[in-house]
């Protein structure tokens, strides 16, 4: 039988751990172990996890970061596969189920990922849009369906697992995350060769470290892509590495990560190039848009200057960050505070 091991990485999240180790308990394809990565909680994470039992695994580490969390599960797993689930996210009861199918069906991919929903601190469902538009800015940058994007350069079929029928798209996916990243750790299911192929999460990436690892692993093997929500994604809790505080570092941490990714294959593609210039082009203009948020005003100049010696030029985006930017502070808290009143 396949096995797979399950890796939590955790921080201060007990409340919503017992939820999230019960859906992985719960799948109708039973994990082999179920590893929570303790990254030096105060809480009573250990507590819940003893009260789980086997196969739940409570590894306790000094306060690191997630990278170093993850890694540390992948060091200890001992299954086929490696899922990761975030400890305050949900799977649906047949995530691994399909997952296991689907590379089975495609065995020329060594993993793959789903699409998620959304849902608030409650467990309730948000309003529209749900899933990869909402989770992936790419999608809306570009005004693209999913399904459209992938299906320009990806296998489209239908594949039979745990009972139905699956839209999967597989194939490269190397040249597309350049457009931007559509991956994300708890939808993602990987054969443990390739994550030993492929090393670990960069333990210097607090934030963002994902979007670097993934382009990592599409450079090494081809992914499929299954168009349903089996994961449960909460938003809207404290201390969330995806809160706004964060967004400067988020967005540094992603144009680390496609400069790293062009030196992977060489030379690039000309889809890939183009998609790099493209996606490193938005990168510098959200750079610029989020110190703008936080009132670093020469630091978003600068994001501005660097997108237009990219070879693009000004917009009426990048020409509107820019003029703001030479705003006086006061003038531009009063800009933040008019438009925050304007989206109520």
């Known amino acids: 039988m396949t096995t797979v091991s399950v890796v939590i990485p955790t921080y201060n999240r007990a ?37 789980l039992g086997m196969p739940v695994r409570h590894i306790l580490q000094a306060h690191a970061g997630a990278a170093v969390a993850r890694n ?87 594949i039979q697992a745990a009972g139905a029928g699956r839209t999967v798209y597989w194939g490269d996916a190397f040249d597309l995350l350049f457009e931007g990243n559509f991956v994300t750790p708890q939808c993602t299911v990987l054969e443990r060769r390739l994550c030993e192929r492929v090393g670990d999460f960069d333990p210097a990436m607090w934030v963002a470290q994902d979007t670097e690892y993934f382009h990592r692993v599409a450079a090494a093997s081809p992914v499929a892509i299954i168009m349903e929500p089996l994961v449960q994604w909460r938003v809207g809790l404290e201390q969330h590495n995806t809160s706004p505080r964060n967004t400067v570092q988020l967005v540094r941490n992603a144009l680390t990560s496609v400069d790293r990714a062009a030196r992977l294959r060489a030379p690039l593609t000309t889809t890939a190039q183009r998609g790099y210039r493209r996606g490193r082009l938005r990168l510098l203009l959200r750079l610029a848009y989020a110190q703008l948020s936080v009132l670093e005003r020469d630091a978003a100049r600068q994001a501005v200057l660097a997108a237009w010696r990219s070879g693009e030029g000004p917009s009426p985006r990048s020409l509107a960050i820019f003029a703001a930017s030479l705003l006086p502070r006061g003038a531009l808290r009063a800009l933040h505070r008019l438009k925050r009143m304007l989206r109520r």
């Open 72 to 158: 540390r599960g992948l060091h200890e797993a001992t299954g086929d596969f490696v899922a990761f689930l975030d400890s305050d996210d949900l799977w649906e009861p047949k995530k691994l189920e399909v997952h296991l199918a689907v590379q089975r069906a495609v065995p020329q991919v060594g993993w793959s990922i789903s699409d998620c929903r959304f849902i608030d601190a409650e467990g309730r469902p948000l309003a529209p849009p749900q899933g990869f538009t909402r989770a992936y800015p790419v999608f809306r940058d570009l005004h693209v369906a999913p399904q459209r994007w992938f299906g320009r350069s990806m296998t489209h079929t239908t």
């Open 15 to 51: 409340q919503w751990l017992r939820y999230a180790v019960c859906s992985a308990l719960q799948q109708s394809h039973r994990p082999l172990e179920i590893l929570v990565v303790d990254d030096g909680s105060t809480d009573d994470t250990k507590d819940v996890c003893a009260q």
